[in-house]
């Protein structure tokens, strides 16, 4: 079988190569020699091609052999292989089975990072990436950090839970450049009151406002990778794009990456939605010295003006606890961290009350007393 | 304006004088000259009125009358009494609540410790609890919550507490109670749910406030359209903020208005 995985390997001591976030180069685990992404592309670019290629010539001979075991009545069913690919890992020789969509992992068997750039042949290559910034250690201490101050998190989620898995992922996401353009209709209204006599007036002065114009926007992200929740990728945002690079596997090694597997078109409407609710409460921010502003009609359309594909660093972390599982993700770049927490219903109750009675019973005396 | 008087001083002495003959036997205190009662009715709130007149020394009277016939509530209302005074021999001590049934217009008049008894603040409390049930013609019930004030009201005032803006209600006082629990515990748990929100941070993004430009306006304009005028009759409040009772110089004091 042609080879369609590449690890990296130190041109010093072929011990296995990890792109470090913090001196942004490969860094090798054993003899601890760095090199630039530029050296290690340089480098590799042979191999890359020849992983290419492979993992052409591999998928026509996988099909194949899929054939020729279906007509022996040996091929796993649809169903067991449904979504799975397999590999030969290069160091160790070791069968490993992946997603379809997996594009860097790291070996089971020798542990050392893998690669797949026929994942990102053609139409697939990414056009850009954001390397990792953070490693695992600061992952692990922003989740720690991110316990403090949350007064209705269990004691014992706190000191019993550990972390199940921390994976760094370079997440598949379409960045948009696209445009709002469109027009709004609203009803502004001015109140004034005064006296006359035995009467209270109320004048209420009706205006008709309109807007027209157009908001363009530049990256919207959005995960394009159906294995990751679509709350914690958005909820992870912003990313410093000025940071964005030209996509290179050499930033792959040490980390996981999937390729997408949500398409541009999909993507579209969550895209839209963002971007015409942006354009709604821009537009009705113009519409001041009103006293009441009510929206009468909206009506907006979105162009689109162009979708790169990027891979963009998030830290994946998980913990179990009384049988749930809790998923934490944090920007791999900027180290914001988001996830949902269990919350302590003693605790909660218990604020509510300390907060409710000295209240209820101040109020209540001051309540007498006038 | 005189012969007008006149004509009402004979339809109120000719009204007293009948019910004179027809309860020769026993004192009255509602009388229903506008016919608004049945007798079961009129016979339950004499009973009513009797009793608190003679636990608390002080008369109450409860009147409806055809109409005021170009005078004033409370005009008509002391010419009741006086009327009363003279042919039924009503004490110095009284409370009445007058209904003028054409001009749908009513007065409490008090006197004497009646005038103790029922503050300004005591006969708006007063008129608050009837002015419902009459504005729904709801006569018998309306006189009721009359009467029932006036118990209560003289129990207090027979006790050297009259009820006045400083006494407020035991009701009142509760409500204010539960109002002022039911607030804190509302601050209670919008402080609490800001925390348990901080519990989850996963969150679709609805916006893209973080990738957008400038907002360019292409046309724009804001052009009157119209104007409403609302006039909302607001009647005068009497200033009773100080507690006490207004009296006037023939020694009695009242409360007027419409149901």
């Known amino acids: 079988m042609a080879i369609d995985i590449t690890n990296h390997k130190c041109p010093a001591c072929t011990g296995p190569l990890h792109y470090a976030g913090a001196s942004g180069m490969l860094e090798c685990d054993y003899c601890g020699s760095k090199y630039s992404v530029e050296e290690i592309e340089k480098l590799y670019a042979e191999d890359v091609a020849e992983a290419e290629e492979g993992f052409e010539a591999n998928e026509i001979k996988k099909e194949k052999e899929k054939a020729e075991f279906e007509a022996m009545g ?28 997996t594009a860097a992992t790291s070996c089971p068997y020798c542990g050392n ?6 994942q990102f042949t053609g139409g697939l290559k990414p056009d850009l990436v954001i390397p990792f910034k953070l490693n695992k250690e600061q992952a692990i201490k922003a989740l720690e950090n991110y316990y403090k101050g949350k007064v209705f998190l269990p004691k014992a989620f706190k000191e019993h839970n550990h972390i199940e898995e921390i994976k760094g ?3 598949p996401f379409w960045l948009c450049d696209c445009e709002m353009e469109g027009s709004a209709m609203y009803k502004g209204a001015n109140t004034r009151s005064w006296s006359e006599g035995d009467y209270d007036i109320t004048e209420t002065t009706y205006f008709n406002v309109m807007r027209e114009g157009s908001l363009g926007f530049e990256m919207i992200p959005v995960d394009a990778s159906t294995k990751m929740p679509d709350a914690h990728m958005d909820a992870v945002e912003p990313f410093d794009y000025s940071e964005l690079k030209p996509f290179s596997t050499a930033y792959l090694p040490g980390f996981l990456a999937d390729k997408y597997d949500v398409s541009q078109e999909a993507s579209m409407a969550r895209i839209s939605e963002r971007a015409e609710n942006s354009i709604k409460s821009e537009m009705r921010n113009t519409v001041t010295g009103y006293s009441m502003v009510m929206t009468e009609r909206e009506n907006f359309k ?12 998030v830290w994946m972390l998980s913990t179990k606890w009384n049988g749930k599982n809790f998923l934490f993700a944090m920007n791999g770049q900027t180290g914001k961290l988001i996830g949902d927490l269990p919350v302590d219903k003693g605790k909660f109750w218990g604020l509510f009350a300390a907060i409710a009675a000295p209240l209820a019973i101040i109020s209540s005396l001051i309540w007498i007393l006038l | 304006m005189t012969k007008k008087i006149i004509s009402i001083i004979f339809a109120i002495v000719l009204v007293f004088g009948l019910s004179v003959c027809a309860y020769a036997e026993e004192q009255r205190f509602v009388f ?16 009513k009125a009797k009793e608190i007149t003679e636990t608390y020394g002080c008369e109450v009277y409860a009147i409806t009358f055809p109409g005021l016939d170009g005078n004033e509530a409370w005009e008509l209302n002391e010419m009741l009494y006086a009327e009363l005074k003279e042919y039924y021999g009503a004490g110095e001590d009284v409370v009445i609540l007058m ?20 503050t300004d603040y005591g006969k708006d409390v007063m008129a608050e609890k009837f002015l419902d049930d009459f504005a729904n013609d709801d006569w018998y019930w309306g006189f009721y919550d009359y009467m029932a004030t006036c118990d209560e009201f003289l129990a207090m005032a027979v006790n050297g507490e009259p009820f006045d803006v400083d006494s407020d209600e035991g ?8 109002i002022a629990i039911v607030i804190s515990c509302l601050i209670a748990f919008a402080v609490c749910s800001i925390l348990r929100a901080q519990m989850k941070t996963a969150r679709i993004a609805t916006e893209a406030h973080d990738y957008q430009k400038e907002l360019n306006l292409t046309n ?3 052009r009157f359209s119209h104007r409403d005028i609302k006039r909302v009759y607001n009647p005068p409040q009497e200033d009773n903020d100080n507690g006490g009772t207004t009296v006037n110089s023939g020694g009695s004091s009242h409360k007027s208005g419409g149901f």
Not at chain 2, 32 to 47: M, P, R
Not at chain 2, 99 to 118: H, K, P, S, V, W
């Open chain 2, 171 to 178: 009701g009142s006082g509760l409500f204010g109670i539960i």
């Open chain 2, 99 to 118: 209904l003028a049934m054409e001009e749908r217009q009513y007065d409490i008049m008090a006197r004497g410790f009646g005038n103790t008894a029922f």
């Open chain 1, 74 to 101: 040996m091929e796993w069913s649809e169903e067991e292989t449904k979504g799975m690919k397999t590999y030969s890992c290069p160091s160790c020789g070791a069968e490993l089975i992946c997603d379809a969509t």
């Open chain 2, 32 to 47: 229903d000259e506008a016919s608004i009662l049945t007798y079961d009715e009129i016979e339950e709130l004499n009973a």
């Open chain 1, 302 to 313: 979105f162009n689109n003006k162009g979708v790169k594909y990027a891979l963009l660093p």
């Open chain 1, 113 to 118: 990072p893998t690669v797949i750039p026929g």
């Open chain 2, 220 to 222: 724009q304009y804001d």
């Open chain 1, 169 to 171: 992922v370079y997440v």
